[in-house]
């Protein structure tokens, strides 16, 4: 039996870890930023974990990853750290670790076939790994949460409108009109960049995840 390994995942929007063992998560955490290393402190005493494996895509505070290195078998994953993805990114170093994970996630559960992964968060990633298991980089474009507040943050006139899974496909007045144009827009955008992957490869999975909820329950 494996003992438990805490999976950090520190994205723009959110901290987050998942706890696994033998190969399933056994629980999902968030954590504040402003509490995090008593929060991930908490977390080690509870589980006692063999192993972490931290992948950022932010400024963390320096002082987790002595927590982590001091308390378990510590990776911090990077372009570098060997997986079952080969990274043919013009400059591996500079691609999002999150990115990274979502391919070699992919890349083990289906071997010999092409993936495209989309990561559905702060920003949407499309990712694509080829079936020789090469990891080819893909597409970064606006999060759902970043639509909303850029219509507010660069016109005059636009609200800052929140997420709704309820609104009218027909905007009937400017609310609507955002929450139409930004939902149903996302979603067009992510069929749409299927549907440009499928004219050009055959054949390949399709991963969807991240926490953009609305992608799951769409009206
Ligand atoms: N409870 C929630 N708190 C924050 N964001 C949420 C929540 N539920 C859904 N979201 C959506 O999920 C996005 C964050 O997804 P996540 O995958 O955690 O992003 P990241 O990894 O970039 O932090 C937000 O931008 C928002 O659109
Ligand atoms: C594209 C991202 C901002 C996505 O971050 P997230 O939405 O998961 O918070 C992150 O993967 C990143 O900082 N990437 C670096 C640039 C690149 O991947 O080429």
Known sequence: MIGPI????LGNTRLK?????????LEERFFSEAALLAEVDTLLAEYRPQAAVLSS??????????????????IRLRYDTPLPVKIVYEKPETLGVD?????????????????????????????????????????????????FRALHAFTDKLPLV??????????????????S?????ALAEVDGMIGS???RYRNFNVLLTGGIWFFCFPP
Not at 181 to 185: Q, W
């Open 181 to 185: 144009g930004v939902l149903e827009g």
């Open 99 to 147: 990115r990274i994970a979502l391919a070699a996630g992919a890349a083990d559960m289906f071997p010999g076939s092409h993936s495209l992964i989309i990561g559905a968060g702060s920003a949407i990633t499309y990712n694509f790994v080829n079936k020789k298991g090469e990891f080819m980089g893909g597409g970064i474009s606006p999060g759902i949460e970043m639509r």
């Open 162 to 179: 929140p997420q709704e899974a309820h609104y009218s496909f027909v905007g009937y007045n400017t609310r609507q009109s955002i929450l």
């Open 6 to 9: 805490l999976c950090f995942d």
């Open 197 to 199: 992957y499928a004219a």
């Open 17 to 25: 870890c998942g706890i696994m063992q033998d190969g399933a998560l």
């Open 57 to 74: 895509v932010i400024e963390h505070p320096p002082a987790l990853e002595a927590l982590l290195s001091r308390e378990t078998e510590f």
